[in-house]
């Protein structure tokens, strides 16, 4: 394949930064977007350029750090998969790729392709943990959880806290990542101690973070790689609600 790539390149969060355009032959239909990505840094290295930067991990669709977003969508065209999952046979031959970092405030540019998705782990540490003393790991039938809360809570749980929801919303909302994160404790019987406690204090961390409103278009379901439904973000909002009428700190 033939590709021509309009590559974002950023020095750092204070450069303006602009597209690069680079010319690739013989790419392999079958390799991923980012072997892909390693073709064209051993090709700017030979030629004593500067690579682009880009993160990556697992490569198995698992981390959530392959983040770029491809001819206009969070991961690229293809539906459910993540950027390292995406193959180069799903462009044609000749295609022009634009590829750009996530555009949000409260995700700042460090390098080209390369985002500060730190808030992220500021919101988590805020509360989206389980913190009261569980005791050992019990006999599995001991604590029953009804089977359709647990497959929910475990449908919620494969937030990958990628930032693809954020990087589709036009308002740069985090809601469905935080909104993932408080259903999936909050339905199990671990999480639901702290559940008032823990909303209100991710919400909070969430807002000091600058991420925006809910803009109830749903764009953070569709491009989500993990297929996370916005029905989290009502059953979030009952939460708060709920929370904010009832929960006074200790």
Request: net charge negative; charged share 25%.
């Amino acid at each position: 394949m033939k590709l021509t790539l309009k590559v974002w390149r950023q020095k750092n969060s204070q450069d303006k930064g602009g597209f690069e355009n680079y010319f690739l032959d013989n790419v392999d239909a079958d390799a991923s977007f980012l072997e892909m990505f390693d073709v064209l840094n051993d090709k700017l290295i030979n030629e004593g350029k500067d690579p682009v930067a880009f993160d990556h991990d697992c490569r198995e669709g698992i981390c959530g750090t392959c983040s770029m977003y491809i001819n206009g969508r969070a991961h690229g065209p293809r539906q459910a998969t993540t950027t390292c999952q995406l193959h180069m046979r799903f462009f044609n031959d000749g295609d022009t790729i634009v590829v750009e970092p996530w555009r949000a405030k409260s995700f700042p540019v460090i390098k080209d392709l390369v985002v500060d998705r730190s808030a992220f782990d500021r919101i988590i540490a805020a509360g989206g943990y389980v913190s009261v003393n569980t005791g050992q790991a019990p006999e599995a039938n001991s604590i029953p959880v009804e089977k359709d809360k647990s497959d929910i809570a475990f449908e919620s749980a494969a937030c990958i806290a990628c930032g693809a929801c954020v990087a589709a919303c036009k308002n740069s909302s985090a809601m469905l990542f935080v909104a993932a994160k408080v259903s999936h404790l909050a339905l199990l019987p671990q999480g639901d101690v702290e559940h008032s406690g823990r909303v209100l204090d991710m919400v909070v961390q969430m807002e000091r973070e600058g991420f925006g409103g809910c803009t109830n278009t749903n764009a953070c379901e569709a491009e989500c790689p993990k297929e996370i439904s916005v029905t989290n973000i009502a059953r979030l909002n009952r939460e708060y609600m709920k929370a904010s009428l009832s929960y006074s700190k200790p």
